[in-house]
């Protein structure tokens, strides 16, 4: 769960950054994932695209595009803080996925 925190947000300013998390509970038949990432357009707007659902589903997903880039950590921010409050939530903790190098 490390990359719940403020440190881990403003990381995600950089260019082309990608956090995975996911809150499993077998015998709860729980498993949930969430995926942000955060790029840049051709005219220097941040782009946030985030994703959410049952593991191993299609689920949901919206993009949304700022301007400032400290409006763009803010939001990566909310949505980071939110999912740290997962266990009161649903019972079971977001934790980072690390992904395999391409």
Same mark, same amino acid.
């Given at each position: 769960?490390?990359?719940?925190t403020? =440190?881990?947000?403003m990381?995600?300013?950089?260019? %082309?950054?990608f956090i995975?998390? #996911?809150a +499993? %509970?077998r015998?709860?038949?729980?498993a949930?994932?969430y /995926?942000?990432t !955060?790029? /840049? %357009?051709?005219? *220097? /707007? !941040?782009i946030?695209?985030f994703?959410?659902?049952?593991?191993? !589903?299609? *689920?949901q &997903?919206? +993009? +949304? &595009?700022?301007?400032?880039? &400290? #409006?763009?950590d803010?939001? +990566?921010?909310q949505?980071?803080?939110?999912r =740290?409050?997962?266990?009161a939530?649903?019972?079971v903790?977001?934790?980072?996925v690390?992904?395999p190098? &391409?």
């Amino acid at each position: 769960m490390a990359c719940l925190t403020h =440190a881990c947000a403003m990381s995600a300013r950089a260019q %082309d950054r990608f956090i995975w998390l #996911e809150a +499993v %509970d077998r015998p709860r038949n729980v498993a949930r994932r969430y /995926a942000i990432t !955060t790029s /840049a %357009d051709l005219f *220097g /707007a !941040t782009i946030i695209q985030f994703a959410w659902g049952r593991i191993g !589903t299609r *689920g949901q &997903s919206r +993009v +949304v &595009s700022f301007a400032n880039h &400290s #409006e763009a950590d803010r939001f +990566v921010r909310q949505l980071l803080r939110r999912r =740290a409050r997962a266990k009161a939530r649903i019972g079971v903790s977001y934790r980072k996925v690390a992904m395999p190098a &391409s």
